[in-house]
């Protein structure tokens, strides 16, 4: 089940994405549970982490939805949000609130339905796997989640990760193999990147936690069709 809070004070897209919502449920099976309110400051002034994903449409009167989204990332960092909009420069501005994506008024029910099933895999996070580094200091077990990307160095690898960096003995070729089908790609023979924290592909490097990353010109092109399978869902 997934609970998504439509945010919008027009009659008539509210009603085309209740319509649009139980349409993308009957064609996938999926069961999804929408709440309807009229303006950013009703899902602010009670928000308490219900919803999954939030609809979010940018024009309101009383509170804007840029702002609402503002308030709630306060408060949560997981939710999914996806502005609603006629003006795609607005749009554009939610990234800096960690919006997914956005969709443009009049809505069409394909550009939608392709945003939803990206939010809805971005949703359903597959179980926490784990992989166990040995080096001097001990052994560790890491979230695959958690790691950034793994640096090849002579004889020896570098985990880079949320909590720090972990030097161990290893090559990058065993650690891929251990790795493969989890979102993990080669940019080049020095590194093995995790797709889940590549923030942008610019100018042949990947951008990983503001740290830039070459990509090889022969594995540029795989590296970029993996990368936009993945953020496709």
Do not use: W
């Not at 997981?78 to 554009?92: G, H, K, L, S, W």
């Not at 979230?143 to 972990?166: A, F, K, P």
């Amino acid at each position: 089940m997934v609970r998504i809070a439509i945010v919008e004070d027009d009659e008539f897209y509210v009603k085309q994405l209740v319509e649009y919502l139980e349409r993308y449920e009957q064609e996938t099976g999926i069961e999804i549970i929408a709440d309807v309110f009229t303006d950013g400051a009703m899902l602010v002034d009670r928000y308490n982490k219900d919803y999954s994903i939030i609809l979010l449409d940018i024009e309101m009167p009383i509170l804007d939805g840029m702002t609402a989204a503002e308030e709630i990332r306060k408060v949560d960092e997981e939710v999914v949000i996806i502005f609603i909009t006629n003006m795609a420069q607005y749009a554009i501005k939610g990234y800096s609130v960690g919006a997914l994506d956005y969709v443009l008024k009049p809505i069409a029910y394909f550009a939608f339905s392709q945003c939803l099933q990206k939010a809805i895999a971005r949703v359903r996070k597959p179980p926490e796997q784990h992989i166990t580094i040995s080096s001097r200091a001990g052994i560790r077990k890491l979230n695959i989640v958690d790691i950034y990307y793994i640096e090849s160095q002579g004889n020896s690898l570098l985990y880079h990760t949320s909590s720090g960096e972990y030097k161990v003995t290893g090559t990058l070729k065993n650690v891929e193999e251990s790795l493969k089908d989890k979102y993990f790609e080669r940019g080049n023979s020095g590194y093995l990147i995790n797709l889940r924290h590549v923030d942008a592909i610019v100018n042949g490097f990947a951008i990983v936690k503001g740290v830039k990353l070459a990509l090889s010109r022969s594995r540029r092109g795989s590296f970029m069709k993996a990368f936009t399978s993945f953020i496709e869902g």
